[in-house]
T-cell receptor, first 112, second 117 residues
Framework: AQSVTQPDIHITVSEGASLELRCNYSYGATPYLFWYVQSPGQGLQLLLKYFSGDTLVQGIKGFEAEFKRSQSSFNLRKPSVHWSDAAEYFCAGGTPAGKSTFGDGTTLTVKP | GAGVSQSPSNKVTEKGKDVELRCDPISGHTALYWYRQRLGQGLEFLIYFQGNSAPDKSGLPSDRFSAERTGESVSTLTIQRTQQEDSAVYLC???????????????FGPGTRLTVL
């Protein structure tokens, strides 16, 4: 079945440290992939998206993600985390023929 | 409107009552999704509409839940005989449809917070 998996339920990093959130996908063809962020009490906001072409995509708030076909992954990264990055992060994927699906989310806690 | 809107923003109801939640997608968006998000949980897919195709109802948790969409516009999610476990934020999202990645990028509404007493 087509799916997106986020292996880490909860990640804690220190402020200023680097961050990587994992996302793995299972699709027959190259999917379209997205990362969304949901800050406490807020709606979902699109961070970045991959459709085709350059496998390293830049998003808002200093985030980037790299599409790796060989690993079926689309991990989200940030070089230096800020306290305001504490939030829930969702990876999502889809293909033109079907609906998008979301991973279960990763909760990011930032330690001062 | 500029974005996806949902109403009401908050709804408090008594157990056993029926509720209707409304979603107005972005104009021209052919795809519409409903999700449920319980406190501290992820997104639970409920139903998906794409154009004039039959909706994908595979996520509806019981026959108390139903949804309709009029053409490519407003959608209503109805919960009959509400139960306390229905308390959650109900999110609506729309996407553009057509070819390319635009088809899948979802734009979310602010949600309706439902509390069943």
């Amino acid at each position: 079945a087509q799916s997106v998996t986020q292996p880490d339920i909860h990640i804690t990093v220190s402020e200023g440290a680097s961050l990587e959130l994992r996302c793995n996908y299972s699709y027959g063809a190259t999917p379209y992939l997205f990362w969304y962020v949901q800050s406490p009490g807020q709606g979902l906001q699109l961070l970045l998206k991959y459709f085709s072409g350059d496998t390293l995509v830049q998003g808002i708030k200093g985030f980037e993600a790299e599409f790796k076909r060989s690993q079926s992954s689309f991990n989200l990264r940030k070089p230096s985390v800020h306290w305001s990055d504490a939030a829930e992060y969702f990876c999502a994927g889809g293909t033109p023929a079907g609906k998008s699906t979301f991973g279960d989310g990763t909760t990011l806690t930032v330690k001062p | 409107g500029a974005g996806v809107s949902q109403s009401p923003s908050n709804k408090v109801t008594e157990k056993g009552k029926d509720v209707e939640l409304r979603c107005d997608p972005i104009s021209g968006h052919t795809a519409l999704y409903w999700y449920r998000q319980r406190l501290g949980q992820g997104l639970e897919f409920l139903i998906y509409f794409q154009g004039n195709s039959a909706p994908d109802k595979s996520g509806l948790p019981s026959d108390r839940f139903s949804a309709e969409r009029t053409g490519e516009s407003v959608s209503t999610l109805t919960i009959q005989r509400t139960q306390q476990e229905d308390s959650a934020v109900y999110l609506c999202a729309s996407s553009a449809g057509g070819g390319g990645g635009r088809y899948n990028e979802q734009f979310f509404g602010p949600g309706t917070r439902l509390t069943v007493l």
